[in-house]
Structures are given as C-alpha cells and as structure tokens.
C-alpha cells in the first residue's frame, strides 16, 4: 500500500525557516520522481516543485526558487522540503505527491506569521 507521510509544519516568524519531510512506503521510492504542493486557504492546490528519482533534477515554481530546496534520500525513502527566508505569502499545507503514482500525502500545515 503506497502511503506518504509528512511532518515538520508549524508556527515560523517571517524570515524564518522550516524543513518539511515527507516520510515514503509502499514502492520503489528510488524509482519515483516527487514533487512537493502546497494550498493556501481559499487558494487552488499549486506546484511548489519536484525532484527526479535520482535526486539529480529539481524544478521549482518561481514564488519559491531561490528559497526552498528539494532534496531525497533514497536510502532512508524521505522526501524533503527545506524552505528559508520565509514569508507570510507561504502559509499554506504542504504536500507531498507521486506524480507516476497519482498519490498524495495528508498534508502538514505551516503558517508564518509574527
């Protein structure tokens, strides 16, 4: 059964910084290129970026390049988002997504604000 779990959300001053996970099972973690989402409250669901099996590859949208980072650890199966310099525009729950697999993450809040 594919299952993604993410954790790391919570409460961050603007400027700050959080570092999101995204905890994988249920496949061949290795083989599947992620991607990470977030939705902001009465917003649609937007890309925040993704990241190639390999780790190798990674895209982000241009509200957050510069300031988040992709990464994996294929060893470990966990996804992760680190995300700096924040601001108040990023409130949003996060997830994680399996583009080949269609699946998602139950999402983890985060919400900067002073």
């Known amino acids: 059964q594919v299952q993604l779990v993410e954790s790391g959300g919570g409460l961050v001053q603007p400027g700050g910084s959080l570092r999101l996970s995204c905890a994988a099972s249920?496949?061949?973690?290795?083989?599947?290129?992620m991607s990470w989402y977030r939705q902001a409250p009465g917003k649609e669901r937007e890309r925040v970026g993704g990241i190639s099996s390999s780790g190798i590859s990674t895209g982000y949208a241009d509200s957050v390049k510069g300031r988040f980072t992709i990464s994996r650890d294929n060893a470990r199966k966990l996804l992760f988002l680190q995300m700096n310099r924040l601001k108040p525009d990023d409130t949003a729950v996060y997830f994680c997504y399996a583009p080949s697999l269609r699946a998602w993450g139950q999402g983890t809040a985060v919400t900067v604000s002073s």
């Open positions: 249920g496949f061949t973690f290795s083989s599947v290129g």
